[in-house]
């Protein structure tokens, strides 16, 4: 057992959680009024992919549980932002695709977040955030990796 080493492990763990909770609340609260993070997470996603996505892959790509996701894709369709039909080639599955209306709930949230994000980069500086990004990517491989094992 290495101390140091642990104590390193322990500070790097705490900034990390730390940040990601200061993050999530400032960005949550500029969201337009009821929309959570995690449908602007799902909306952004399927903006960003040309291809229909099931429940099941929805999930594994944000790390949360089926019903986690099955949740969100319910108030995501409820409120219009997302298609959700049957898989024609497999009855038992079902395809979700982002609405127009989904495109612009997620547009009107880009517009209020991304000056809060802009800020933060800004504030830290170019160089410092270019430095830190490949860092925060292997870790998160890392993690990603260390996730599939058994």
Do not use: Y
């Not at 730390?18 to 949550?28: E, I, K």
């Not at 040309?50 to 969100?72: C, D, I, W, Y």
């Not at 979700?96 to 709930?105: D, E, H, L, Q």
């Amino acid at each position: 057992m290495n101390t140091v080493n642990d104590a390193l492990a322990i500070s790097l763990l705490s900034e990390l959680i730390t940040t990601d909770q200061l993050a999530r609340a400032r960005l949550s609260k500029a969201l337009p009024k009821g929309m959570e993070l995690s449908h602007f997470s799902v909306l952004n996603h399927l903006a960003n992919t040309s291809a229909e996505r099931t429940p099941a892959q929805l999930a594994r790509s944000f790390h949360v549980t089926k019903g986690a996701m099955t949740n969100t894709l319910g108030k995501l369709e409820a409120a219009g932002h997302v298609h959700i039909r049957p898989d024609w080639d497999d009855a038992r599955r079902k395809l979700v695709a982002v609405s127009p209306a989904g495109r612009a709930a997620r547009d009107a949230a880009l517009q209020v977040i991304t000056p809060i994000i802009a800020e933060m980069t800004s504030s830290l500086g170019a160089e410092k955030v270019r430095a830190v990004l490949p860092i925060l990517r292997e870790l998160r491989v890392r993690l990603e990796q260390d996730d599939t094992k058994p």
